[in-house]
């Protein structure tokens, strides 16, 4: 069985490398592999065979015979349970618990995200994201819970995507932190790059790029604070990457927090996507989606009312 898939670089998606691009949309296939079907010209660009290093550009054709895990490793309908907050005929607005992973990849080939919008959306899904990533215009980590915008409409992806690199999409998350920053509310406003060394870690590299995160305290108890981060650059891991820099990483985060997590987190970072707000793309309505924080903030969240009752009585 021989499939042909193609897709053109939208606006936004010029300068990476066409081996990098099909791992990136395709990742059950590696990059290695990627590479050895371009130089085997089973990978062309606007009709012409290149190679893996080609820098590609908006509006350049991408045409590529699928490897045989592609076709078999097809995303399924899985009876997951799903929790919509929004819906129309363009898209839709899901909460995302935290553990699940948005999307199938390398030891995450099911139990996904995508598995489970395939189930409560049939075949309304977009698919200008890439066969493996039906619906999926941005994502959230792992261990971060919250909500998600899913397109059901090519255009609407494509305007939606625009959105997001205009920086016309707000997204706000709350955030359980350790420690107390010096100031009430603040911008970061430091570049993120991939680590060197550990390659699933970012930081702060001067050659990084550009990164902001707004943050405003809402609570604290003097050993933790409850905040509201707002990103207006979406940097992948950015708010992880950027409090941990200013020494308050989010309690439970491992990776950059190290071991430290004061509670029961469930094995999560405190950390949840609890607000979306756009002008609609299509019906130029405001959308303005909110959702509560989940129970593992909870011991976190009465500390920081037991703390208010004290100075209110006193």
Known sequence: MMRRESFIIQAG???????????????????????ARIRAGLVTVNDKETMPSRKLQPGDLIAAIMPDEIIQGQPLAELIPIT??????????????????????FGYETGTLVNALLSRFSDRLSDAGGAHRPGIVHRLDKGTSGLLIVTLDDQAHTRISRSFRERNVERYYDAIVHGVPDSDRAMIDMPIGRAKVERMRMEIRADGKPSQT???????????????????????HQIRVHLAY??????????????????????????????????????????????PLPARFEPFIQRFRAISVQDSDS
């Open 246 to 291: 200013i020494g308050h990483p989010v309690v439970g985060d491992l990776l950059y927090g190290g071991r430290r997590s004061g509670s029961d987190t469930h094995g999560y970072q405190l950390l949840h996507a609890s607000r979306i707000a756009f002008d609609h793309p299509i019906t130029k309505e405001r959308i303005d989606v909110s959702c």
């Open 84 to 105: 919509v907050l929004y819906e129309d005929e363009w898209f839709a607005i899901v909460e995302k618990e935290a553990g699940i992973v948005v999307h199938p990849g």
């Open 214 to 236: 707004l943050f405003e305290m809402v609570a604290t108890d003097g050993e933790y604070t409850h905040m509201k981060c707002r990103l207006i650059t979406g940097r992948t």
């Open 13 to 35: 998606q010029g300068g990476v490398r066409l081996d990098k691009t099909l791992a990136l949309r395709f990742p059950f296939v590696s990059r290695e592999k990627w590479q």
